[in-house]
């Protein structure tokens, strides 16, 4: 177990409050509870496992996005709300992202053809994000279709944005024209329409796999602290800090 400065003190701070604690042992403290067997020489055996146990029992909180492209709702939430609460507190967020919304798709042989609300260009742009999400692990995904849908113009700005966050834009290019991206795309038709409640308008949001309009609104407001409140865990210390939201006037 890596042990860093803070780790330490925050050890040190939490075996301090403990008054019966005596401890005699020849380790240093960085390695009190790096195993079994010192933390027994030492004494600390309870300590160590009430330390280190909150994080990693509670599970992190599911939540999904469903949105489009060139909807200009879904273009401010994902660079205000969920940008800020993802960059924050990306540790207890397991976050999806679904970009298809209000589209629709008619069978055609065995692919399938896609209307979407926005336009030709929403469809491309749908289908450039659902490839890059099949290609890119998050962080990097997100960091990439944020780019993207801050420019307000999506498609033009995919090459761009890809190449900015190393993804492979060639391999997404051929993806998003080809049979796997239309397959993907319509995976996530899929999802969309498997929705309970069906969603009305998108961004659509749910929470552990829930929809209510609180949820919603809560998300909308301050998605941080929803999923802050939600974490069962021990809170990171970013569900702590209060920064003001800016809203605009952002240089970029
Ligand atoms: C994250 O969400 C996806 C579905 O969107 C799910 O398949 C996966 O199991 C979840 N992971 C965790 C750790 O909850
Ligand atoms: C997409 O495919 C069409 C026909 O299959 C082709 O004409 C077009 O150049 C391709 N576009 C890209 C960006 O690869
Ligand atoms: C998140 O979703 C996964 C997959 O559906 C599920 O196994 C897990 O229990 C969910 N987590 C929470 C906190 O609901």
């Not at 020849?26 to 160590?48: D, G, H, R, Y």
């Not at 509670?58 to 492209?69: D, G, I, M």
């Not at 298809?100 to 065995?110: D, L, V």
């Not at 896609?114 to 469809?123: K, P, V």
Request: proline fraction near 6%.
């Amino acid at each position: 177990m890596m042990a860093n400065r803070l780790t330490i003190t925050v050890l040190l701070a939490f075996l301090a409050a403990q008054s019966s604690v005596v401890i005699s042992c020849n380790f240093p403290p960085e390695l009190w509870c790096s195993s079994e067997e010192i933390a027994k020489t030492c004494n600390v055996v309870k300590q160590c496992a009430e330390w280190s146990a909150p994080n990693s029992v509670a599970p992190k909180v599911n939540f999904t996005l469903y949105y489009e492209s060139y909807c200009p709702d879904c273009q401010v939430f994902i660079s205000g709300q969920l940008h800020e609460a993802y960059t924050a507190v990306s540790d207890i967020m397991n976050l999806t992202m679904v970009p298809y919304g209000n589209a629709m798709e008619t069978q055609k042989g065995s692919e399938y053809e896609f209307q979407c609300q926005h336009g030709a260009i929403e469809c491309q742009g749908n289908l450039y994000e659902t490839c890059i999400l099949h290609y890119a692990p998050f962080p990097t995904a997100f960091k990439t279709i944020y780019c993207m849908e801050v420019s307000r113009d999506p498609v033009p700005n995919a090459q761009k944005c890809m190449e900015k966050m190393g993804v492979n834009y060639e391999q997404v290019f051929t993806c998003a024209n080809g049979s796997l991206g239309n397959s993907l795309e319509h995976q996530m038709a899929l999802k969309t329409d498997a929705l309970k409640p069906p969603h009305q308008y998108v961004p659509w949001v749910t929470l552990n796999g829930v929809h209510t309009e609180k949820i919603q609104n809560k998300a909308e407001n301050d998605l941080k602290k929803l999923i802050c409140d939600t974490y069962k865990g021990t809170k990171p210390p970013a569900c702590s800090q209060d920064k003001p939201t800016l809203r605009s006037c952002i240089r970029e």
